[in-house]
């Protein structure tokens, strides 16, 4: 039984790019979030998918945005890239109001 | 609010208990959680409890949770060289969300 698998493992980008990244979830489950976690600090909420729509969302720019697609899996897409935005992304799956599972990530390096 | 607060490091001998306290601030939380974080992989689930419960223990690992201090702890048994990895407590915010703590490094000597 595969868990939440997230490609690619590893990004580099420069400043004013734009990024997607991808997010399979655990089978089973229908709902998909996303988390940025920069060095040294705990993951931080980007925002949540369920039913192709995206449900509660963090304090992020709207140069973050999603989607999520029939299968479930879900996309991050990052526009106009800051150096700042350098981080590990993490999706999590689950069943609405149970444990969230993550992926290993996707980490981001922006020069 | 939300604002979660861990002690940054921990060293243990092995073989002893390890103990990483957490203190969280949104009383509406329905779950809280343990995640670990072993270098350069994501979290893994390591446990959680529901709010309205004292105790739980799995295995080696017992959560205890103090909902009036609004205090989490995890208690490893036997700490072993495995177990060196940062922690992270975690509340669950709505049933969306969880809000993380900055994590505990937990080294481990022999």
């Known amino acids: 039984d595969a868990g939440v698998t997230q490609s690619p493992t590893h990004l580099i980008k420069t400043r004013g790019q734009q990024v997607t990244l991808r997010c399979s979830p655990k089978?089973?489950?229908?709902?998909v979030s996303w988390y940025q976690q920069a060095l040294g600090q705990g993951p931080q909420f980007i925002f949540q998918?369920?039913?192709?729509?995206?449900?509660q969302r963090g304090n992020f720019p709207d140069r973050f945005s999603g989607h999520q697609f029939p299968n479930y899996s879900s996309e991050l897409n990052v526009n106009a890239l800051l150096l700042g935005d350098s981080a590990l992304y993490l999706c999590?799956?689950?069943?609405?109001?149970?444990?969230?599972?993550f992926g290993d990530g996707t980490r981001l390096s922006i020069l | 609010g939300e604002d979660v607060e861990q002690s940054l490091f921990l060293s243990v001998r092995e073989g002893d208990s390890s103990v990483i306290n957490c203190t969280y601030t949104?009383?509406?939380?329905?779950?809280l959680y343990w995640y670990k974080q072993e270098p350069g992989a994501g979290l893994q689930l390591l446990t959680y409890i529901f709010s309205n419960m004292d105790m739980k223990q799995d295995q080696r690992l017992t959560v205890l949770l103090n909902k009036k201090d609004k205090h989490l702890s995890l208690r490893i048994a036997d700490t072993q060289t495995g177990d060196s990895a940062i922690y992270f407590c975690?509340?669950?915010?709505?049933?969306?969300?969880?809000?993380f703590g900055a994590g505990t490094t937990v080294t481990v000597r022999a």
């Open positions: 975690a509340e669950s915010i709505s049933d969306y969300k969880l809000s």
């Open positions: 089978s089973g489950h229908d709902t």
């Open positions: 999590a799956s689950s069943l609405t109001g149970q444990p969230q599972h």
């Open positions: 949104d009383s509406s939380s329905t779950y």
């Open positions: 998918y369920y039913e192709e729509e995206e449900r």
